[in-house]
């Protein structure tokens, strides 16, 4: 599965960024997909996740300010408001098989990151 993941930027806080991530290769019609984010010197952690049934999973973080959709088994969005500076991040886009999202064991599927940087 090869992951290509869009948006983010440089945006001052209280901005928005949206970030998209298209799958290809061999996509399962029942998936989860998602985003995670690492700044250097801390582990990558879960920012949302969403299952091709709905289902949806969000750091504690970013509940309330970010919010994943997707309408494709093989894309998902993630609509980033209301940005902080410790948002800035690298963010990562992730594919796994499967029905239930389980945070702390994303899959070796992985987009390029892209980098989003909220100014103070």
């Known amino acids: 599965v090869q992951l290509q993941a869009s948006g983010g930027g440089l945006v001052e806080a209280g901005g928005s960024l949206r970030l998209s991530c298209a799958a290809s290769g061999r996509i399962f019609s029942t998936n989860i997909m998602g985003w995670y984010r690492q700044v250097p010197g801390k582990e990558r952690e879960v920012v949302a996740l969403?299952?091709?049934?709905?289902?949806t999973n969000y750091g504690d973080s970013v509940k309330g300010r970010f919010t994943i959709s997707r309408d494709k088994a093989n894309a998902v969005d993630l609509q980033m408001n209301s940005l902080k500076p410790e948002d800035t991040a690298v963010y990562y886009c992730n594919y796994r098989n499967g029905y239930h999202i389980i945070p702390g064991r994303p899959s070796a599927n992985w987009g390029q990151g892209t980098q989003v940087t909220v100014s103070s």
């Open positions: 969403m299952s091709t049934s709905g289902t």
